[in-house]
């Protein structure tokens, strides 16, 4: 009876709707263990869902830049070595193959063209493995992030912006893969786990553009090694049929702040199996249930990210605790 007044309540009072979505996370390249695909051969892209990932191999240099899929673990390797790892030490949400970004100047996500429009909701990043060790440590290339004293303001920065009809836009999510511009030194960090970045405000996109900066600049440009990884990208299209639930499946939230539960339902709720992860935004697992009424009393206050999936539809939605 309380699920009922509970259901009653929020389809009444309801705020927080997705459409269908789909999720490219790489996990089709089904590579051997512990392996590191750079070459996308003379398709010069790999494909993974709705995305195209752009890849220059040149093969006299044995060199890259652009994108390369990974399922590398080692989170321990020190340098240009360990280019190909996450130092988070897999992929995001438990899975094994993730993406790898050089980025040469600029790096492009192309969205395939049976969904370019859509709008990229969000994706997981974390940091390079080679890239995290230098600002951890410093290394022949670059200093150490803090200096001597730790009190030197250093940063890495991800800024990602979109293209829509050709045109660059002038807004842009900024995500900061390590941050030492703290007056207090405790606060400041290296990101090592994967940690979800929201891209919605971004609105309808063909591509995504993404750019490293950092406080570390020499005479050539930026020290600090110019690698991130990527995964679990959401995608959710713009225009999608209603005439068929594989096709548009609308998920709902309710309440959001919550403090003891929450309530997830979809438009076919009663024919096929909802299936829900929670997840605070370090990636770290903490509920699953196949019920719409969740108890969470036992969630710290934070931010979380429940993954819906029902049929063949799929959203993200966040959501407080308080």
């Not at 790898?100 to 370019?116: C, D, E, G, K, M």
């Not at 406080?215 to 959401?234: E, I, K, L, Q, R």
């Not at 999936?309 to 407080?320: E, I, M, P, T």
């Amino acid at each position: 009876m309380r699920q009922f007044c509970l259901f009653v309540l929020y389809f009444a009072f309801a705020s927080v709707q997705l459409a269908a979505q789909t999720v490219a996370d790489f996990e089709e390249f089904n590579l051997p263990p512990n392996t590191f695909l750079n070459n996308a051969g003379p398709a010069g892209a790999f494909s993974s869902g709705p995305l195209v990932l752009p890849n220059n191999y040149n093969p006299q240099w044995m060199s890259w830049d652009g994108w390369a899929i990974s399922n590398r673990r080692d989170t321990l390797t020190q340098g240009f070595l360990n280019e190909s790892s996450a130092i988070a030490g897999g992929g995001a949400l438990g899975s094994a193959i993730y993406a790898v970004s050089y980025v040469f100047n600029s790096t492009i996500l192309r969205l395939a063209p049976h969904v370019a429009g859509s709008i990229v909701q969000g994706m997981y990043i974390t940091n390079n493995a080679y890239a995290y060790y230098s600002m951890k440590n410093g290394d022949a290339f670059a200093k150490k992030f803090g200096g001597i004293t730790g009190n030197d303001p250093d940063f890495f920065l991800l800024t990602i912006k979109k293209y829509l009809g050709g045109q660059l836009s002038a807004d842009s999510v900024n995500f900061y893969l390590a941050d030492y511009r703290f007056t207090n030194n405790a606060l400041d960090y290296i990101i090592k786990d994967w940690t979800y970045v929201d891209l919605s405000s971004l609105g309808p996109a063909d591509s995504l553009q993404f750019t490293l900066s950092s406080s570390d600049v020499g005479a050539f440009g930026m020290n600090t090694p110019a690698y991130f990884c990527m995964d679990h990208v959401v995608v959710q299209p713009v225009s999608a049929s209603r005439d068929s639930y594989k096709e548009l499946i609308t998920f709902r939230l309710f309440p959001n702040p919550a403090t003891d539960y929450i309530v997830l339902s979809s438009d076919y709720f009663s024919q096929y199996t909802l299936q829900i992860a929670i997840y605070d935004l370090k990636g770290k697992l903490w509920l699953t249930s196949n019920q719409p009424y969740i108890d969470i009393s036992m969630l710290p206050s934070g931010m979380y990210v429940a993954h819906c999936r029902q049929a063949n539809s799929y959203a993200v939605l966040k959501f407080v605790v308080r």
